[in-house]
């Protein structure tokens, strides 16, 4: 039994027409679902992904329009690590960036940036045997499009902590210091601790990360319940996301882990064509709908090349 790397990564912004403009338009991925927070259903989620919403591409927004900036620390995932898939990649989404007014710092192996809330990303080469996940964009070649996660780097203060959990409950292997790989029969992706900065200024808003999810196959997910119990943390029930199955725990340096279930998917109540198009509402909250179309804001998607394509 082993988690299939990360399923995917949530985050906050409080601007959701400015986070679609970025991540669709200058990132160049794709909108995977348009929903509502099933905790909050007053406040939209946003999954981005590629073509076919797969899990280890998808990043997802819980939108609070006006939150403020939050500030990373310690048990607090501070940056999102992506595939690219050469040196040249890099080289063309520096300049990309930098063409929309996003400064970059590149090296000879990695581009680090920040979202426009301050959310920070890193692009490196990639060098696993993992399916690339693509999503299209008439501005982006395939060659240069971003190709999944490949991991994920979080504030700790203690890391030796979380050892335990990590390892011999949830399988990561240590490969080198505080550097955890999280690897399946299909996809992997990696987990690392940085030395928490003072933190004095720590706070959720925006521009940071919720949760990280992992995968898991659907059948497994009481099994990996039980592990992350015997684990020493506390796991939720089994929470039903229409979309996939949860469990949510945080791991003892403080960071909110999720083992969500591979499937159903997102085209249970789309065509896999028209993705991201509509509000999608899992049925407990079909009855709102009226409600929550006049109280969401309009977003800018799905851009004119999508429509004329589908």
Known sequence: MKLEGIHHIS??????????????????????????????????????GDEHGSPGMELTFFEYPGAVRGVPGAGMVHRIVWRAPSAQSLEF???????????????????VFNDPEGLEHELVIASSEDEPLRARSPEIP???????FEGVRAYSSAPIRS????????GFQRRQGEHWEVRGEQRGS?????QAPPEIN????????HHVAFAARMEELEAWRTRVSEGGASPTPVVERFYFKSVYFREPSGVLFEIATIGPGFGVDEDERHLGERLSLPPPFEPLREQLESSLRELPYPPQWRVQSA
Not at 24 to 46: A, C, F, I, S, W
């Open 142 to 148: 395939s060659e240069h499009a971003l190709q999944g």
């Open 202 to 209: 720590r706070r959720q808003g925006a521009g940071t990360v």
């Open 190 to 194: 990696f987990y690392a601790y940085d």
């Open 11 to 48: 985050a906050i912004t409080g601007d959701a027409p400015g986070n679609v403009e970025f991540y669709t338009g200058v990132l160049g991925l794709r909108m995977v679902k348009k929903t509502v927070n099933q905790d909050e259903p007053n406040v939209y989620h946003l999954f981005y």
């Open 93 to 111: 989404w520096c300049e990309r960036l930098s063409a929309h007014g996003v400064s970059a710092d590149l090296t000879g192996e990695s581009l």
């Open 163 to 170: 050892e335990r959990l990590l390892g011999a409950a949830l």
